[in-house]
């Protein structure tokens, strides 16, 4: 019987989904693992093949380790809030729950189809009350928290309460967003609004004035990854920087615990590097510098205090409070154009864009407090508000970006530093680690960290700043101006920012007539009725951003169903946090930075029972598609095969990859796709239409993508499992490319057969042979290996290599198919679940144990010689390991095979290399 997996990969699905197959429970009986997935934003095309490509990757590996006795956490859900339901909506009118409903159970149907182990009676939704109840509550407790350096940890706001009433600020090491010092008996004296303004200052959750990437046609404000070259990304519209009134959590509090935790976790060196740098710690001083003829004093960070000697101008953050106050009348139309220049740029693109050099002067200049120089001071978009005080020092003889300003502008550069052998560095290395200081006043010749030491005490002691640590990374802003998100649980009160009583919650997102900002500006939901507390105070009109809902669904997975708590401390403290994690690298900054930061305020206040949420994390790489062109001659609807085109005028175009196969068109399909083709003629080689080819990325425009479905449809699941796999390296990206396919169908139809005598399913209970037995411990050892390395594009050849060496052997033996059926199963589980019926078992074949490989049937006892006359192999003889060279002459001699060879010719040499090969010379 042919392998039918039509039949047997629905009947499968249909078992395991009647039966709860992979339903999962605490069972301190068993080590646990957790298997998670980044889950996905539901959109409307569905999945194509790029993307169950981690998918796949965890199953495999989540089912290996539930056949190892682990008890596996392998839950899936969907990020369901996002700005294309809500483009969507204002387009149709649909509610975006719709939307997102009819997207969710399509992604179920092709997860369905392809076989994977979750435990769907854990499934999340972002968008669903039930969950977004948890992050409204972590948004309460996070704005009833501050954060202690001294303890490393956040504490309630009413302990730092109790701190104001007992000794106001002093000796308060707390984060905060601005300096505060009161007394005690000032606090107490201060209204309950003042009071609950200066603790704005310090909740983790807070109200400022902040830039954004305002996007006024989409009427919301925008991430930086949803911004290119001034542009949404969605829907192509402009986007400028605006100060708003934003919530924003205080990540930066978290920043060296963040730091530190990068050392235990088991994540590729480069990530931890992106984050290392995403995070960017460093050390140095906070230098104050008067202003000519002002009274104000331009505060400044630096990492090389020692430099000040070599400063030529001062450069501003566009935004920068300092900007307004230091532009003379003068420059004032200047500073303007270039202000409005600057808000059409995102900070990725000024950060990313270095070759860029624009800026303008301010017309004031500061005082350099140890030359006295008078330092014009310039703004440019290449420093940013959120680092340090928004103003650098410029050093053009030490820094790339200073130096390419200063000759942009032919300001002076000053030589820094000595390279030890003579050499200033003023060009060309602009970061010398090492070398002595020149030209540089009463430093002049101390080595650099001398240097910098030397020059951070005399900042403080002559009372012009103080070292500091500083770091890059700066709070999220976390309002948007959209419909489609978490509602804040916050009211207004006095123009102040409540919290609604736990009790209350969820708040659900009301009803509107549009899903548009109101016409005074407002965001959408300004539009609903009554959106006011029982007491008359209004709710909060923005609603959360995306990955608010993505910062903790982990530990919802654990316990999906409480209605008490997030997670029960107890399954908490069984599953702990996630042992594998499986993602694109794209989330490699923004949502593993804020995962982090969100688990780590969690364990502060015992809800989390780990510190680190993920412990190790594999970057899929992406599938790419292989896109497929045809060749129209100009002016003409005539298509001439790739091999012919050069002998025309031609225009490529790309062409719908599904109604090619192997780079063949077929032509009727070609006429159907689209009106204009459907006269088409082509020019054919031998009778066929061959089409160009390309590796692109996978897109609907470039009509490269492959729908799972169709790939299912025709091969089957397991085939596409396999392919996927077979591609490559997990973590590498590669090109999708149907001709490969046929190649994995036909060794699972061979795979099958092992089973088969004849027609007949027969499987003979006779004891295994040796090589038998050698065939299988080699392969299960070899496919252990590879899966708990994740090197699953190498344990497809391994199954493939062993399906050859038994067909070879005639081998159907219970003993040797029964645990290589066990082994293949993470891989093709459909067709394994059906042998394992066939042979004979009532039970899933997920209540095995993974087979044990034994060394002692790997060892080899005897070696297979190639036997070479005069350099040419001609026959190969299995000798005894413990066989003497006079042993392998004799028997070489003896063989029939030589006679052939040997027929009326002499042996004047035989050459024999144990273990390797037996030459022999005749003449």
């Known amino acids: 019987m042919e392998y039918n997996f039509k039949e047997v990969e629905k009947k499968w699905q249909s078992y395991w989904q009647e039966n709860k197959t992979y339903r999962v429970e605490v069972d301190p009986s068993k080590p646990k693992y957790y298997v998670l997935d980044m889950f996905p934003y539901p959109s409307g095309a569905g999945l194509h093949v790029g993307h169950p490509l981690g998918y796949i990757a965890s199953d495999i590996y989540s089912r290996y380790k539930h056949l190892k006795g682990f ?59 039930k969950y977004y109840k948890w992050t409204q509550w972590t948004f309460i407790q996070m704005f009833n928290s501050f954060y202690c350096y001294d303890k490393q940890k956040a504490l309630p706001i009413t302990e730092l309460v109790k701190a104001f009433e007992t000794v106001g600020t002093q000796g308060l090491n707390v984060a905060c967003g601005e300096e505060l010092n009161f007394t005690a008996e000032e606090w107490k004296n201060k209204s309950t609004k003042e009071q609950q303004e200066i603790l704005l200052n310090y909740r983790l959750v807070y109200l400022a004035d902040t830039m954004v990437n305002w996007c006024p046609q989409l009427g919301t404000v925008l991430a930086n990854d949803e911004v290119k070259e001034g542009l949404s990304i969605r829907g192509g519209y402009p986007v400028v920087q605006k100060k708003m009134r934003q919530w924003s959590l205080r990540v930066s509090a978290y920043a060296q615990r963040l730091l530190d935790g990068l050392e235990n976790l088991d994540w590729s060196d480069s990530l931890k590097d992106i984050q290392r740098n995403w995070i960017g710690r460093s050390q140095g001083a906070d230098v104050k510098f008067d202003v000519k003829d002002s009274d104000l004093k331009l505060e400044i960070f630096t990492t090389r205090p020692d430099t000040i000697f070599g400063v030529s101008f001062m450069v501003l953050a566009p935004e920068s409070d300092y900007v307004k106050p230091l532009t003379t009348p003068e420059q004032a139309n200047a500073v303007a154009e270039y202000l409005d220049y600057v808000s059409k740029r995102t900070e990725r693109e000024r950060q990313t864009d270095v070759k860029k050099v624009t800026g303008v002067f301010t017309g004031s200049y500061a005082i350099n407090p140890f030359t006295n120089e008078a330092i014009p001071i310039w703004i440019s978009e290449y420093v940013l508000s959120g680092y340090g005080t928004g103003a650098i020092m410029a050093v053009p003889g030490h820094d790339s970006r200073d130096y390419a300003f200063a000759k942009h502008f032919n300001l002076p550069i000053i030589p820094v530093i000595d390279d030890g052998e003579g050499h200033d560095m003023s060009e060309g290395s602009y970061d010398a680690k090492v070398g002595k200081m020149i030209n540089s006043g ?25 070292s500091k640590i500083n770091y890059r990374l700066r709070d999220a802003i976390f309002s948007r101006q959209r419909y489609w998100g978490e509602p804040f649980p916050v009211y207004y009160k006095d123009d102040l920012p409540y919290m609604l009583d736990e009790s209350k919650l969820p708040l659900e997102l009301p009803e509107v007539d549009k899903y548009l900002p109101t016409e005074s500006g407002e965001p959408p939901l300004g539009r609903a009725k009554n959106w006011k507390t029982e007491e008359g105070y209004p709710l909060e009109l923005n609603t959360m951003p995306g990955f608010a809902g993505s910062s903790a669904y982990f530990l919802r997975y654990m316990d999906p169903h409480n209605d008490n708590a997030l997670v029960d401390h107890e399954i908490c403290n069984y599953w702990r946090n996630v042992d594998l994690y499986l993602g694109g690298s794209e989330h490699a900054t923004g949502h593993l930075i804020y995962a982090r930061f969100w688990n780590m305020f969690l364990y502060d206040i015992d809800v989390a029972c780990e510190e680190e949420p993920f412990k190790k994390l594999i970057n899929q790489g992406m599938i790419q598609g292989r896109s497929n062109f045809v060749y129209r001659i100009q002016g003409t609807n005539t298509f001439v095969s790739v091999g012919l085109k050069d002998q025309y005028k031609t225009t490529e175009i790309h062409v719908d990859v599904n109604i090619v196969k192997n780079d063949i068109l077929d032509l009727n399909a070609f006429r159907a796709w689209m009106p204009e083709y459907a006269n088409a003629e082509f020019v054919l080689e031998n009778g066929k239409y061959i089409c160009g080819w390309a590796i692109e990325k996978m897109s609907k425009s470039m009509f490269n993508v492959v729908n799972p479905d169709t790939i299912i449809e025709e091969y089957g699941a397991d085939t596409l499992r396999l392919y996927e796999m077979f591609l490559g390296p997990l973590e590498f990206s590669k090109p999708w490319d149907t001709q490969g396919i046929d190649g994995v169908y036909k060794f699972l139809r061979k795979f099958w057969r092992l089973f088969q005598v004849g027609e007949d399913f027969n499987v003979s209970d006779e004891a295994p042979s040796k090589e038998e037995l050698k065939v299988l411990h080699k392969t299960v050892k070899k496919v252990e290996y590879d899966i708990e390395n994740f090197s699953f594009n190498t344990s497809i050849p391994a199954f493939m290599i062993c399906t050859n060496e038994l067909t070879a052997l005639k081998c159907n033996k219970r003993a040797i198919l029964e645990p290589l059926v066990i082994a293949i199963a993470p891989f093709a589980p459909h067709m394994a679940e059906e042998l394992w019926s066939l042979l004979g078992h009532t039970q899933s074949i997920t209540k095995e144990s993974f087979p044990k490989w034994e060394e002692r049937f790997l060892v080899e006892d005897a070696f297979e010689y190639p036997v070479s006359f005069n350099g040419k192999v001609r026959f190969k003889l299995s000798m005894p390991l413990t066989a003497t060279n006079a042993d392998i002459e004799v028997a070489v001699k003896a063989a029939p095979e030589s006679t052939k060879w040997l027929e009326g010719k002499e042996i004047k040499k035989m050459i024999i290399v144990p273990k390797k090969i037996v030459n022999i010379v005749i003449g």
């Open 71 to 129: 008890n596996v956490l392998h839950p899936m859900g969907y990020d369901a809030y996002g700005l294309p339901a809500e483009q969507y909506a204002i387009q149709t009118g649909q509610h975006p729950a719709i939307t997102t409903e009819k997207n969710i159970r399509r992604y179920r149907e092709q997860m369905d189809k392809i076989g994977f182990s979750f435990d769907w009676d854990r499934e999340i939704r972002t968008c669903d009350p």
């Open 442 to 466: 009463i430093i002049n010749g101390m080595e650099v960290k001398e240097a910098i030491a030397y020059i951070a005490g005399e900042v403080e002691k002559r009372g012009i700043g103080k």
